[in-house]
């Protein structure tokens, strides 16, 4: 089936292809207020062909950031953001915002002081150069709290002009920690068993429906496996993506993989550039630590093509619902097959990064191949002054966040 690179409808909207950008946390919007440069990156993708560009990692309270250039939606963004899907409609594409919330893993203070909350009581390697080592668990206020932060951060999502939201449930953020039996230890509604630890992440996806009515898309970033023993497995994850599929409330899965705060490189595979991302780590002691412990705490994963295929595949198999391939996916050849496999939708985020205009160039023939080679620099890239593929050469100029 080669119509990948044709027009396609996902949920309510009419796309101009099967290729969607994936939400690569792009470092433009200093202390959570979006810019300029995030504006053009996301018009360049919508010019270059995709479907539908994600803006990535949009925190939908303060407190849900996991440091401080997040962004975040409040009056100084919003102008912004609506500026950024007229320009991205007006290229012929289409906008999503990812919307996410941090749970533990986070070097931030809420507003009142407070520091991070998960599900349960954890400790949080990644606060410990912010002075908070630990995370105590979220009540029932909090959790009611989470819910409509969902819902506010997707009504004003919408108005301000995106054509879809990202709900993430994936990666190790608040909603994969309620849903990972490895962070979830609570006995309550939220937690004991795995359906109490799936009502959380299903009551956001009902209220981010219910805030952007049908008119809207809503997607689900979920995780195929956590990537540790004692985490969220396969099983599990076909379960929770049936619950989903039976809500309505999802027009399209994008099963990913991987925590953050253990297993960041089983997300993306490849390349391990330590050096490079101690030098971005803000402070001192995050510095040092990254240098002299990355090698050994932070595992590496062998990049291959299409890697959570064969995962992505049982979860085909499961389903009805309209579902995306992700994960290494850099050439035709691979982009094609997963519509052979019945993948609804492939997504990318390195191989956009490197070759924005990959769509127009595949579809006219003239590219088989993006030129990323999962070196993974663009991850350090993102906190050194915006995302960008090293492949470019140097950076034009210095920019500081
Ligand atoms: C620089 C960079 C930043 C990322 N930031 C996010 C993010 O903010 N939210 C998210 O869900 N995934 C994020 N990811 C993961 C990607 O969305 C995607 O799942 C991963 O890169 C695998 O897809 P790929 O092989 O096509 O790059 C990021 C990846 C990269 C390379």
């Given at each position: 089936?080669?119509?990948?690179?044709?027009?396609?409808?996902?949920?309510?909207?009419?796309?101009?292809?099967?290729?969607?950008?994936?939400?690569?946390?792009?470092?433009?919007?200093?202390?959570?207020?979006?810019?300029?440069?995030?504006?053009?990156?996301?018009?360049?993708?919508?010019?270059?062909?995709?479907?539908?560009?994600?803006?990535?990692?949009?925190?939908?309270?303060?407190?849900?950031?996991?440091?401080?250039?997040?962004?975040?939606?409040?009056?100084?963004?919003?102008?912004?953001?609506?500026?950024?899907?007229?320009?991205?409609?007006?290229?012929?594409?289409?906008?999503?915002?990812?919307?996410?919330?941090?749970?533990?893993?986070?070097?931030?203070?809420?507003?009142?002081?407070?520091?991070?909350?998960?599900?349960?009581?954890?400790?949080?390697?990644?606060?410990v150069s912010a002075g908070?080592?630990?995370?105590?668990?979220?009540?029932?206020?909090?959790?009611?709290?989470?819910?409509?932060?969902?819902?506010?951060?997707?009504?004003?999502?919408?108005?301000?002009?995106?054509?879809?939201?990202?709900?993430?449930?994936?990666?190790?953020?608040?909603?994969?920690?309620?849903?990972?039996?490895?962070?979830?230890?609570?006995?309550?509604?939220?937690?004991?068993?795995?359906?109490?630890?799936?009502?959380?992440p299903l009551a956001v996806?009902?209220?981010?429906?219910?805030?952007?009515?049908?008119?809207?898309?809503?997607?689900?970033?979920?995780?195929?496996?956590?990537?540790?023993?004692?985490?969220?497995?396969?099983?599990?994850?076909?379960?929770?993506?049936?619950?989903?599929?039976?809500?309505?409330?999802?027009?399209?899965?994008?099963?990913?993989?991987?925590?953050?705060?253990?297993?960041?490189?089983?997300?993306?595979?490849?390349?391990?550039?330590?050096?490079?991302?101690?030098?971005?780590?803000?402070?001192?002691?995050?510095?040092?630590?990254?240098?002299?412990?990355?090698?050994?705490?932070?595992?590496?994963?062998?990049?291959?093509?299409?890697?959570?295929?064969?995962?992505?595949?049982?979860?085909?198999?499961?389903?009805?619902?309209?579902?995306?391939?992700?994960?290494?996916?850099?050439?035709?050849?691979?982009?094609?097959?997963?519509?052979?496999?019945?993948?609804?939708?492939?997504?990318?985020?390195?191989?956009?990064?490197?070759?924005?205009?990959?769509?127009?160039?595949?579809?006219?023939?003239?590219?088989?191949?993006?030129?990323?080679?999962?070196?993974?620099?663009?991850?350090?890239?993102?906190?050194?002054?915006?995302?960008?593929?090293?492949?470019?050469?140097?950076?034009?100029?210095?920019?500081?966040?």
């Open positions: 089936m080669n119509d990948v690179f044709g027009p396609a409808t996902l949920g309510p909207l009419a796309l101009s292809s099967r290729v969607i950008k994936a939400a690569t946390y792009e470092g433009m919007s200093p202390h959570g207020v979006a810019s300029a440069e995030l504006v053009q990156l996301h018009e360049r993708l919508a010019r270059g062909g995709v479907g539908l560009t994600t803006v990535a990692y949009c925190a939908v309270d303060p407190r849900g950031r996991t440091f401080p250039h997040q962004l975040l939606l409040d009056e100084r963004s919003m102008p912004v953001l609506s500026e950024l899907t007229r320009r991205v409609h007006d290229a012929g594409g289409k906008a999503s915002l990812q919307l996410g919330h941090a749970g533990f893993f986070s070097k931030m203070r809420g507003p009142d002081g407070r520091g991070p909350r998960g599900p349960s009581f954890a400790f949080n390697a990644y606060g908070l080592p630990f995370a105590r668990a979220m009540d029932d206020a909090d959790i009611d709290g989470v819910i409509e932060a969902f819902g506010r951060a997707a009504d004003k999502a919408v108005q301000i002009g995106f054509d879809a939201v990202e709900v993430h449930l994936g990666h190790g953020y608040l909603l994969s920690q309620f849903l990972s039996p490895a962070t979830n230890r609570r006995n309550d509604r939220w937690g004991g068993d795995a359906e109490r630890r799936r009502a959380l996806l009902a209220r981010v429906r219910r805030a952007v009515g049908r008119d809207h898309a809503v997607l689900a970033k979920t995780n195929l496996a956590d990537g540790f023993a004692g985490g969220l497995e396969l099983d599990e994850a076909v379960e929770i993506a049936r619950v989903i599929e039976a809500s309505g409330d999802v027009d399209l899965l994008v099963p990913s993989g991987g925590f953050t705060s253990k297993t960041p490189f089983f997300l993306l595979r490849g390349g391990l550039p330590l050096t490079k991302m101690a030098a971005a780590q803000s402070d001192v002691i995050a510095r040092v630590s990254m240098r002299a412990l990355g090698g050994i705490i932070i595992d590496r994963y062998d990049f291959e093509e299409a890697f959570f295929r064969p995962l992505a595949l049982r979860l085909r198999g499961a389903l009805h619902m309209p579902l995306a391939l992700l994960g290494g996916l850099v050439s035709r050849r691979e982009m094609v097959r997963a519509r052979e496999d019945g993948f609804d939708f492939v997504v990318l985020g390195r191989a956009l990064l490197a070759d924005p205009d990959l769509v127009v160039r595949m579809r006219a023939g003239t590219l088989e191949r993006s030129r990323c080679d999962a070196c993974n620099e663009c991850v350090a890239e993102m906190d050194l002054g915006g995302v960008r593929c090293v492949l470019d050469g140097p950076r034009p100029s210095t920019r500081s966040t």
